[in-house]
Structures are given as structure tokens and as C-alpha cells.
């Protein structure tokens, strides 16, 4: 009965240490050639100018530039 509940505590501990981790945001994102999206923390947009895919970015917001990388 012990190693059942251990089991079953060392399970629980798992899955709510997997919930926290903090998880990429999977926006939808059209098909496109590597290097003309620019990712940033929280949205995306077309990349200006394109260029290799992993470089620096930017994307306008209303509050300025926000950095990113080309994806």
C-alpha cells in the first residue's frame, strides 16, 4: 500500500512539475520559405527585409520595436 501511494505521489509531483513548465506559444503561422517570419516573444510578423533563418529581427508594435528571430 506505501509503494502505491509513493508511486502514485512521485507521479502527481511529475505531472504538475511538466503543467509549469513553461511551454512555446504554437501561433498559427502560414506556409512560408525559412528566414521571411520573424518570431518574437509573443506574436509574429513578415519578415523586412527576409534573410537567414535564426538571425535577428523585428516586428512593429504599438509600444516600438520588438526584437525576435527570422524563422
Known sequence: MKA???RTMV????????AL???PALAQVPPHAPGT???TQFFW???QPP???GYPCG???QYGFVPGYLG
Open 11 to 18: 507521479v502527481l509531483a511529475l505531472a504538475v512539475g511538466a
Open 45 to 47: 510578423c513578415w519578415a
Open 51 to 53: 534573410g537567414p533563418a
Open 59 to 61: 516586428c512593429p508594435s
Open 4 to 6: 502505491r501511494i509513493a
Open 21 to 23: 513548465l513553461p511551454w
Open 37 to 39: 517570419i520573424c518570431f
